[in-house]
């Protein structure tokens, strides 16, 4: 579901093809989510055979291979929005650091204290990360800049829980 509203969102924006899909994905996510050229490309035929979206013409440049250019149709728009409430109303907030939480207790005083003090590095080089691409990305880019606050908010978050959890 998520590569369906990442590709049908992306050409709600314009038509594109599929290596501008994945340019774009990293461009706005980074290291944040790791979509495949395979899934992409699945994912967009899937969207054909439903007639969501369809292929609008191709584009050669010198030497490389034919692409294939695709433009989301009125049912792929109907079909993104009624996918965005579903993710809305159905997916709960949770994170994959989650399940190494589950068995912290596992792991002796040195072990956790270690976990702590390396993730408090991560977290503030991601955030760090996250304040510079802010600085960089227009004030028009509304959708980008949303992505990186929202993922900011977290990292803030999560940088005051380990804080808090490391005190205690």
């Not at 503030?124 to 802010?134: F, Y």
């Not at 600085?135 to 978050?157: G, V």
Request: charged content about 35%; overall charge negative; hydrophobic content about 35%.
């Amino acid at each position: 579901m998520k590569i369906e509203i990442t590709i049908l969102g992306l050409l709600m924006e314009g038509n594109l093809y599929g290596y501008e899909i994945k340019k774009k994905i990293v461009e706005r996510l980074e290291d944040y989510v790791d979509i495949k050229f395979g899934s992409i490309y699945y994912a967009i035929k899937k969207s054909v055979d439903n007639g969501w979206v369809k292929r609008v013409g191709t584009e050669k440049e010198s030497g490389n291979p034919e692409r294939y250019v695709y433009e989301i149709l009125p049912a792929g728009k109907k079909h993104y929005k009624r996918l965005l409430k579903q993710y809305f109303d159905t997916n709960f907030i949770h994170f994959d650091i989650d399940i190494v939480l589950m068995f912290l207790d596992y792991l002796s005083e040195e072990q956790k204290e270690q976990f702590y003090e390396e993730r408090i590095t991560l977290v503030k080089e991601k955030i760090d990360q996250i304040k510079k691409k802010i600085e960089e990305t227009s004030a028009e880019d509304f959708s980008t800049r949303h992505i990186l606050s929202y993922l900011e908010h977290h990292l803030n978050a999560e940088m005051n829980w380990l804080q808090s959890t490391k005190q205690s």
